[in-house]
């Protein structure tokens, strides 16, 4: 499997969260591990959004990041997976004094230390800009994704409530991104409508777009998706979770690949929602009768719009024929 949308704050096991409560001596909560989880009652992605609050009180040292971007890639390469993108926000861990700076770093030892020996897997780190923090914050981040551009990070985002702001408020910085050539993905087109996508690409440069399910299928914007190659990075569990989306039959995957429009499944946050890519899968198999040559089709997609090298992606693509039948088989086989 590959997951190119993958938050590392949503995605502790609850391994980590009890490794990492004793060594920081924080309190859990009484109704652990259940606060971990979205309720089945959210109402929106803000409410979805304070789930990251405990997991992020958890890492704010150079240890706990690097242990946790380890646990995160033994897990993924131990369930199967060939690729993932694994993307974080270094202002969100400087609470108790840590730099955004030695977050990065410690996040690229934690990644490099767990890609030892891993034959037919790689990943990669993506630095999250957040809507609701100051100008001077994000560019920081975008410095640092230029900074370690060599060093497994591939990518800068825009994450965080998407209501908060529209995305014209942040074309300086991302004239900034792209002034210095960085891979841009913007988080739109979940909590808000068709024209936050718009404004993604025409504004802020995105190459993909995290959800983007909202993107009304009009002519120009058909040839505007297409022309500029934009890949969108469907999570659908958690987009009915947030309410954006009512239940599985509504992921336009079908509408979008049917006017060539790139798809990818993913799952956004592991623990969180509680899922991961298989079981993304599963749900679109159950609701579309999705055949093998549509899960090779969503997962090379995937591994065209990794920001990987070429190399890399052949090996993805090597990886992916080999364990497609076995990814199908799982895929159909009833839990």
Known sequence: MIDLHLHLDGSLS???????AERNHIYLGDNFPENVYVPNDCK?????????????????????????????????YNDGYIYAEIRFAPQLHTLKGMSQENAVIAAISGLNF???????????????????????????????????????????????PEAFLTGDHYTSLFDEAKKRNLNIIIHAGEACGSEEVIRAVDLLHAQRIGHGVHLELTKENIRKMTENRITFEFCPTSNLQTTSLPDYKAVPIR????????????????????????????HLYKEFNLQKYEVRHFLTNSINASFTDYATKAMLLNELNKKIDSYYDLIIKEE
């Open 44 to 76: 929106s992605l803000e409410e979805y959004l304070t789930r990251f609050d405990l997991p992020c009180s958890l890492l704010q040292d150079e240890f706990s990041i690097a242990y946790v971007v380890s646990s995160l890639v033994n897990r993924l």
């Open 114 to 160: 767990a890609l030892k020996d891993k034959e037919g897997f790689d990943a990669n780190l993506i630095l999250c800009c957040m809507r609701q923090s100051p100008v001077e914050v994000n560019m920081h981040a975008i410095e640092l994704a230029d900074k370690y551009r060599d060093k497994k990070v591939v990518a800068v985002d825009l994450a965080g």
């Open 255 to 282: 509408e979008f690949d049917k006017y060539g429009i790139a798809v990818t499944i993913n799952s956004d946050n592991m623990t969180v929602s509680d899922t991961n890519v298989l079981k993304e899968f599963r």
């Open 14 to 20: 609850i391994e980590d969260f009890n490794y990492l």
